[in-house]
């Protein structure tokens, strides 16, 4: 057992796995990871199964500081990683060694970074999962998001160091936040309750993400939607990517830590592969949503979750 | 909803007996263990259900839940457990009761008394605590929510707006009338499951005194789990 200590919390710095699926039965928030796609490859790079814990940063990174050798992936935003003051590769396994600092720089795209660790990060389960539910105040380090001071656990790498450092994801294959500014979406379940003239809008203008955006939801601002009567339903089964609109006409995209149920129509779902493109997003990012069949889109999940299972396989040889 | 969540909708009503056969739709459903069914959740008139695409796809999902039939009741009201919780009605806990009060014309004692005397059902647990969303309250005690609502409302509250009562289970923001406060834990996360009160189940509220509610503790817990037990 190995531990890192945060010298500089950054401005958002959590512990988060993928979160607590089998409870929303139970009105519990899923939580975890924003981008869950960057957040598995971390893991799967460094020789872990991809639900182990890793720390999220949002757009400012912590100053980390390991005490043991280790092997660490960077993946999701580009925060100018450093190792000792000298930038390194993301998207890549990196060997650690005792002492080395692990800083972050400039924001250069997306919004949300993930740094895992062979072996991954020990904080006690709370509801099946390590995340960190901040309004809760329960899972992750405390129920908190790191401070100063913390020492993170970090468990036994499961593969050997030598065989996992060095590993990388073809360039190609990298996901790149700044170029897709197309989010698409299916239909539904509400999206009757809009006028032709709304629904037309919702996939011709663009949308700015407010600054009133966390890791419950992405407000929206520009055109507003008009409902044909009203915005209100019975309260209502609500996820992660759901695309609720509330009286005034402005879309919520609704984030990993949103609540379980709510009360206003949802025009619309932005689709798997999708969600994490739009996590990346930041306040005053411009976007449009495309609508798509439900086909196209579970086309899109199957072939992505093959892709990530290959990557898994190098991890069971 | 979008490519891995199929929600059936059934009418647009909030209604006990619609809301049971909801639940047991959703019993039936799991006992078909169908292969790609990750989760079942159930809300005030809806079911929702979160499948892998890589599994199965929506049409066949669709044709399977189809052809499932609800069983006809099994069980009455008197079946199901009722939960009793203890509430303290005092004024320092229930700030909102004067504003109730002078909304609907009864006296305060009145509206504790009209409160007391009604078993609630339990709709949905939802919002992002294990909330339990509870129903109907007396049409005479219906006030729509705050227009501005607190930023902060303790945990443990009880509250009131339109034809439902809540409890607060952990401190956040609320649009709800607080009426008054238990000082049981109905929900703890490190407990599994974590929610005391489930879908489905009744719930009845026992007045305590303002001096009870603040000596609360583990001994008085295991004393009124014995004296109103499961």
């Given at each position: ?6 010298l500089?919390?950054g401005?958002l710095?959590?512990v988060q ?8 039965y139970?009105g ?6 924003m ?7 971390a893991?799967?790079?460094?020789g ?5 814990a890793?720390?999220e940063?949002?757009?400012m ?7 043991q050798?280790?092997?660490?992936a960077?993946t ?7 190792i ?5 590769p ?12 692990l800083?972050?720089?400039?924001l250069?795209?997306g919004?949300?970074?993930?740094i895992?660790?062979a ?9 099946g999962?390590?995340?960190?539910f ?10 908190r ?15 050997h160091?030598n ?6 994801i073809p ?8 170029e897709s ?9 509400h999206d009757?309750?809009?006028?032709d ?5 919702f996939c ?9 955006s ?14 044909k ?10 996820a992660?990517?759901a695309?609720?609109?509330p ?9 990993a ?6 009360g206003y129509t949802?025009?619309?779902m932005?689709i798997?592969?999708d ?10 990012d ?7 069949s439900i086909?196209?889109?579970?086309k ?6 093959k892709?990530?299972?290959?990557l ?6 | 909803?979008?490519?891995?969540i199929?929600?059936l909708k ?5 209604s006990?007996?619609?809301n049971?056969k ?21 809300a ?7 499948y892998d695409?890589?599994?199965i796809?929506?049409?066949?999902l669709?044709?399977l839940?189809?052809?499932i039939?609800i069983?006809s009741?099994?069980?009455n009201?008197s079946g ?8 303290t ?16 014309g009864?006296?305060?004692?009145a509206?504790?008394?009209v ?7 339990v ?16 049409r005479r005690?219906?006030v ?15 509250a009131?707006?339109?034809q439902?009562i809540n409890i ?10 607080l009426i ?11 407990r ?9 189940t009744?719930?009845k ?19 009124w789990d014995a004296?109103?037990?499961?």
């Amino acid at each position: 057992m190995a531990f890192v200590t945060c010298l500089k919390a950054g401005l958002l710095t959590t512990v988060q796995d993928l979160g607590r699926q089998q409870y929303q039965y139970y009105g519990i928030s899923v939580s975890g990871a924003m981008d869950r796609l960057s957040f598995r490859i971390a893991n799967l790079l460094v020789g872990n199964p991809e639900n182990f814990a890793a720390i999220e940063v949002a757009m400012m990174g912590p100053l980390l500081q390991f005490h043991q050798e280790g092997v660490i992936a960077i993946t999701g935003a580009d925060i100018t990683p450093k190792i000792n003051a000298i930038n390194i590769p993301m998207w890549k396994a990196i060997s650690i060694h005792d002492g080395d600092r692990l800083s972050f720089g400039r924001l250069e795209n997306g919004c949300y970074a993930y740094i895992a660790f062979a072996g991954g990060v020990q904080v006690p389960e709370v509801m099946g999962s390590k995340s960190t539910f901040i309004r809760g105040h329960y899972g992750g380090q405390f129920g908190r998001a790191l401070r100063k001071g913390d020492h993170i656990q970090i468990g036994d790498p499961l593969l050997h160091l030598n065989k996992v450092s060095g590993r990388s994801i073809p360039g190609k294959s990298i996901p790149s936040y700044q170029e897709s500014k197309e989010i698409r979406f299916v239909w539904g379940p509400h999206d009757h309750y809009f006028t032709d003239e709304a629904k037309e809008t919702f996939c011709s203008v663009s949308y700015k993400i407010s600054n009133q955006s966390d890791r419950m939801g992405y407000r929206l601002s520009g055109k507003a939607l008009s409902h044909k009567n009203n915005a209100q339903i019975l309260s209502d089964y609500i996820a992660p990517g759901a695309i609720q609109v509330p009286g005034n006409g402005q879309p919520i995209v609704l984030m990993a830590d949103c609540q379980m149920s709510g009360g206003y129509t949802k025009i619309g779902m932005v689709i798997g592969v999708d969600i994490p493109v739009f996590a990346q997003k930041k306040p005053g990012d411009r976007l449009r949503f495309i609508p798509v069949s439900i086909e196209a889109a579970q086309k899109e999940w199957i072939s992505q979750e093959k892709w990530l299972s290959i990557l898994a396989y190098n991890n069971h040889i | 909803m979008g490519e891995q969540i199929i929600i059936l909708k059934f009418d647009d009503v909030l209604s006990i007996e619609l809301n049971q056969k909801i639940q047991r739709y959703a019993q039936a459903i799991k006992e078909k263990k169908i292969k790609g069914i990750k989760n079942l959740i159930t809300a005030m008139n809806t079911l929702s259900i979160v499948y892998d695409p890589r599994c199965i796809c929506e049409q066949r999902l669709k044709e399977l839940l189809l052809k499932i039939s609800i069983k006809s009741h099994e069980r009455n009201e008197s079946g199901y457990p009722v939960i009793h919780i203890p509430i303290t009605f005092d004024e320092k806990y229930a700030p909102d009761l004067l504003y109730i009060s002078e909304q609907t014309g009864l006296s305060k004692e009145a509206i504790i008394k009209v409160i007391i005397s009604k078993t609630y059902y339990v709709y949905m647990i939802g919002f992002i605590a294990g909330i339990p969303y509870m129903g109907n309250l007396d049409r005479r005690l219906i006030v729509p929510r705050r227009s501005s609502p607190r930023v902060r409302v303790p945990k443990g509250s009880l509250a009131i707006a339109n034809q439902m009562i809540n409890i607060y289970t952990i401190e956040s923001p609320g649009g709800w009338h607080l009426i008054g406060w238990t000082p049981m834990n109905v929900f703890n996360a490190k407990r599994d499951p974590p929610c005391l009160i489930s879908a489905g189940t009744y719930v009845k509220y026992e007045p305590i005194s303002v001096q009870e509610a603040e000596t609360w503790n583990e001994t008085r817990q295991r004393e009124w789990d014995a004296e109103w037990p499961l």
